[in-house]
């Protein structure tokens, strides 16, 4: 019984580090999501309210709704991509569903006074959308992917025999590229330097072929249960509390090839593929308020907590690396350095806190609705990224993960920004009939950037309402500005790829009045 | 399993836009008319009188529900499975008296948690090692690294001689297996060796 403590004891108290600051801007930057009718006119619908959507937005919106309410939404994407690095040129295309909010909205009036009115919802929505290539490659005669590894051991100040062990503590990197002798010990004068295979080709003033492709898959998803209310005049309120749930699944195959004819300049080839999963779920809180100074104009403020979201990452890595002087390939998974298995770390990540402000003016507001014609809106929304943070999930965390995580946070703090995202958007109405047009605009959350980065989505729509039920159709042309850095080295500058992403859109709502 | 789930939605909708089928269909964005609540008029009714209503329909209808009636000073519920000191238990003939679940099996299966950790210094010149000082907001001024995207320019060449192999990759392990993190040395492994296989000549 004692043995079987001990041994738990141990599962329970290793250790927790592991995240990069690139996982920070994965759970707060990307494009508003929402019901064709939201995403029609660019997402404004901060002051707006009267959506399902609300629940994600502005919650105050819930405490619209006299009728109750039950909508499904989805659509589909054609996505195309086109990459740059180091001068060379590269197109990607795919295509995926997507899945937007569903839920319903139940009015409760209250029993003595029929002016004022509170309103209940439950709805889930894909808040990020994970899936994605970036695919690039390009000759490059200034660095190798494998130097990060080299550079880690150094780093690590410990023996080879300390790396390859079945417990590793460089499982996924150094332990395979030394297994695979992609980064070994060599003699240089009277000192023993740790260098990379594909060092020697750099040296004598050659480039590497390098390529990489990283499919992403999954998404971040929210559960929202909102309150919301109205004080028959000129105030609405909404409280949500969010669930939010992660399902992230990264693969990466990076090759590196000599592009000489020499067949003994010690070094072919190496292929990496990192693969790694995310999991797991938070809390957050939205909360906001709806003015209405006079009739018509609407004025609209959210914030949105931090998502407080406890995580567990999955990873295995493998490497195949061909050298010569002689010719030979050795091949290395990190199963052999993680006992047989998947390596595990859990972690708690909070996303930034967000704040909307919002404005809109809806020509007649009145109950019949042969004579509403239409609104405008905007939307301004700050996001303060560089507000991510990582913590141990361990209840007495050691003092190297204290020491780790404080310097992540700091590296986040140094790399991100706050950045505002402005959306606009309107609406005419003719009866039963609906046009939208929209536009959205999301800020680069980088403090420094070697390319452009930002989003720009531009959509229109139509929407049909009437005998109980309505339908509403968008089509949103999605612009993402990216780069991907697929390294980093301490010495060195960072080599990038320059990312342009269009994205076609095709989103449905179908909902019911009851 | 979907095409129950598509069928329960199309039910669902048929049935709920009954509501609005005839006349106008509100839209809540602009404006929507509060429903109409009826209100109970007797006043008067006791609560707790449809409280026993209901307790002694629930009671029917369930025989569970008649445990939760606490005017009675015994317990005439009788349930075969129910482990524990029942009255009547010594009646049971599936009585054991431990719960047959209640002793929780510890599993154990230890995993490597090391993974993506990265090094930190090399995201800018300034933030170096795992340590830099929040308090000293000066020695964090943003300098982040520059970049390269071209094959034209001899960078290399330029750095290497800067960075010099000897002090940036030079392989002096340290005997220090303290578990301090940093430059002092990695903590020691705990698991067995793996060889590397040999090194072709």
């Not at chain 1, 009036?109 to 009115?117: A, C, I, S």
């Not at chain 1, 550079?151 to 460089?170: C, G, H, Q, R």
């Not at chain 1, 090839?257 to 020499?262: E, G, I, K, P, Q």
Request: hydrophobic share 30%; charged share 20%; aromatic share 14%.
């Amino acid at each position: 019984m004692q043995k079987i403590l001990t041994l738990a004891a141990v599962f329970f108290v290793t250790n927790t580090y592991a995240q990069i600051p690139e996982d920070a801007v994965r759970y707060s930057w990307y494009p508003q999501n929402g019901t064709a009718r939201t995403l029609a006119i660019g997402g404004a619908i901060g002051s707006l309210g009267g959506d399902i959507t609300s629940n994600f937005i502005n919650p105050a919106g819930i405490g619209f709704y006299k009728t109750n309410e039950a909508t499904i939404s989805g659509g589909f994407a054609f996505n195309k991509a086109k990459t740059n690095y180091r001068g060379n040129n590269l197109n990607e295309t795919k295509q995926q569903f997507n899945f937007a909010p569903a839920g319903l909205v139940i009015a409760l009036p209250k029993r003595f006074e029929n002016k004022k009115t509170n309103a209940f919802s439950f709805a889930v929505t894909q808040t990020a959308n994970f899936n994605n290539v970036i695919h690039f490659k390009g000759l490059n005669n200034y660095s190798s992917f494998s130097e990060q590894f080299a550079e880690e051991f150094k780093k690590l100040n410990t023996s080879i025999d300390n790396v390859l062990n079945t417990n590793s503590i460089a499982p996924y990197t150094a332990a395979p590229a030394l297994y695979t002798y992609l980064i070994d010990t060599v003699r240089n004068g009277n000192n023993l330097i740790i260098k990379a295979a594909p060092e020697y080709i750099l040296d004598a003033g050659q480039a590497l072929q390098q390529e990489m492709i990283k499919t992403t898959k999954g998404g971040l998803y929210e559960l929202g249960f909102t309150y919301a209310g109205n004080d028959g005049k000129k105030l609405l309120w909404g409280v949500s509390v969010g669930i939010p749930i992660v399902n992230f699944e990264s693969n990466t195959l990076f090759t590196e090839n000599d592009t000489s004819n020499n067949s003994s300049n010690h070094f072919k080839s190496f292929t990496y593929t990192d693969n790694f999963t995310t999991k797991g779920a938070g809390l957050n809180a939205k909360l906001g308020l709806i003015y209405r100074p006079k009739e018509y104009i609407r004025l609209g403020l959210a914030v949105h907590t931090p998502s407080y979201m406890s995580l567990t990452d999955s990873r295995q890595s493998s490497l195949n690396t061909e050298l010569e002087n002689p010719i030979k390939t050795y091949n290395a998974s990190s199963d052999l350095f993680t006992e047989g298995k998947r390596g595990v770390a859990r972690y708690i990540q909070s996303s930034p806190l967000r704040v909307i402000a919002s404005g809109s003016y809806v020509f007649r507001e009145v109950e019949d609705v042969t004579k509403q014609r239409g609104f405008v809106s905007a939307d301004i929304e700050f996001v303060n990224h560089k507000g991510s943070r990582f913590n141990s999930n361990a209840e007495q965390p050691t003092v190297d993960d204290q020491t780790y995580f404080k310097g992540l946070n700091n590296v986040v703090k140094d790399i991100y920004k706050g950045n505002i995202n402005v959306k606009l958007g309107g609406e005419i109405k003719f009866n039963t009939i609906m046009g939208r047009l929209g536009f959205g605009y999301y800020g680069s959350p980088y403090k420094d950037a070697p390319a452009k980065a930002n989003k720009m989505t531009m959509s229109g729509g139509l929407g049909y309402r009437n005998k109980g039920f309505f339908v509403d159709l968008t089509y949103m042309y999605l612009i993402n500005k990216d780069f991907n850095i697929p390294y980093r080295l301490q010495n060195l500058q960072n080599v990038y790829a320059g990312i342009k992403q269009q994205s076609s859109n095709i989103i449905a709502t179908v909902g019911v009045k009851f | 399993m979907k095409n129950i789930l598509l069928l329960c939605s199309i039910v669902f909708f048929a049935s709920c836009s009954a509501v609005y089928k005839s006349g106008q269909t509100p839209d809540d964005l602009y404006y929507s008319k509060p429903k109409v609540v009826v209100e109970n008029t007797d006043k008067y009714e006791r609560l707790d009188n449809v409280y026993e209503e209901r307790q002694i329909r629930m009671a029917a209808y369930d025989y569970r529900w008649r445990t939760l009636d606490d005017r009675y000073d015994y317990n005439y519920s009788y349930n075969p499975y129910a482990y524990g000191y029942n009255y009547g238990y010594y009646y049971n003939p599936y009585y054991y008296s431990y719960p047959v679940y209640g002793q929780s099996a510890v599993f154990v299966n230890p995993k490597n948690t090391t993974i993506r950790k990265t090094n930190l210094a090399s995201y800018s010149n300034t933030v170096s090692g795992y340590t830099p000082s929040k308090s000293s907001n000066s020695s964090r001024t943003i300098s982040v690294r520059g970049y390269n995207n071209s094959n034209n320019q001899t960078y290399r060449n330029n750095t290497y001689d800067t960075r010099t192999y000897n002090e940036n990759r030079s392989y002096t392990p340290s005997t220090n297996n303290s578990n301090s993190g940093g430059n002092s040395g990695a903590p020691a492994s705990t698991g067995s060796s793996v060889p590397r296989p040999p090194r072709g000549q």
